[in-house]
């Protein structure tokens, strides 16, 4: 059965680390954008793996009460399709948001504003937090990301790395979860009136060790498995391709994941 997941919430992207009341231009433009993340809008699942999502393109891998998922990418070269548009692309690694109603999130972003690309770190706890910038590390396309979610028993701990730059930062908190997913996600947010945001031409991204070289990345742990994310039980594995919400052209779609089971890639998709 296909299952609608909830309302998204709204992103106010604050500063992580310093709590600054003379807000950047940066940030103060990302607030007044007002756009959403969170949860799968799942479109229709199929009986061979595949699903299409509205908001979501990437893997995920579903099971019961998962302690971590961990992933890396390389942030890529970001092109605007038109300078008057807002474009958005988020790459996370998370537990939970398929099938649920919570995600616990963490990643980078890239969007076009009247031309011009900027990228930034993020975290989330959703619905609990909003979404909020990391003010204390600064992305390029290039850098080599690595991330992780861990939970505890008690809170969970989300950690990005910039293995370019060297640069981390690590966040703890708890919320309520359900803990049945484990997902490598490149997602359009919500809302451009009624309507998620257009991708910006984000090309490829590469996600997993044969790209980055970053060891145990884009793998996932619960009681049954733990190992990369095409290791598990093929009925457990979903490719999920982003179709436009309503036209249904497919607009991100992921590759084949590689012999080893840890890697693949998600490829944006002319309109």
């Known amino acids: 059965m296909v299952r609608q997941l909830g309302v998204l919430t709204a992103i106010a992207i604050l500063p992580a680390i310093a709590q600054d009341t003379d807000m950047s231009g940066h940030a103060a433009m990302l607030k007044a954008l007002k756009a959403r993340t969170g949860p799968a809008r799942l479109a229709v699942q199929h009986d061979d793996g595949t699903a299409e999502s509205y908001n979501w393109s990437g893997y995920a891998v579903t099971g019961t009460n998962f302690t971590k998922a961990t992933g890396s990418w390389i ?16 790459f996370w690694v998370g537990i939970d948001g398929w099938g649920d109603d919570t995600v616990e ?32 590390m600064t992305v390029k ?16 701990v989300l950690e990005i790395k910039d293995e370019t730059t060297g640069k981390a930062f690590s966040h703890k908190g708890t919320q309520s979860a359900d803990r049945i997913s484990a997902e490598w996600i490149a997602e359009s947010p919500c809302c451009l009136g009624n309507a998620f945001y ?24 619960e009681p049954s498995h733990s190992g990369a994310f095409n290791t598990f039980p093929a009925a457990n594995v979903l490719a999920i ?15 084949a994941p590689s012999s080893d089971g840890t890697s693949f890639s998600i490829t944006w998709v002319a309109p």
Not at 118 to 127: S, T
């Open 75 to 90: 942030e890529p070269v970001v092109k605007c399709n038109a300078k008057a548009d807002t474009e958005w692309a988020v």
């Open 105 to 136: 999130q963490i990643g980078t972003y890239a969007y076009c504003s009247e031309g011009r690309v900027q990228h930034a770190a993020w975290w989330e706890f959703y619905p609990t937090n909003d979404i909020q910038e990391i003010s204390t």
């Open 141 to 156: 396309a290039g850098d080599r990301i690595a991330t992780s979610v861990t939970f505890t028993g008690s809170e969970f």
């Open 198 to 221: 257009p991708l910006p031409d984000f090309g490829t991204v590469l996600f997993g060790k044969d790209s980055t070289g970053v060891a145990g990345t884009n793998n996932a742990t």
């Open 241 to 255: 391709t982003k179709i436009n919400e309503s036209s249904s052209v497919i607009e991100a779609v992921p590759s």
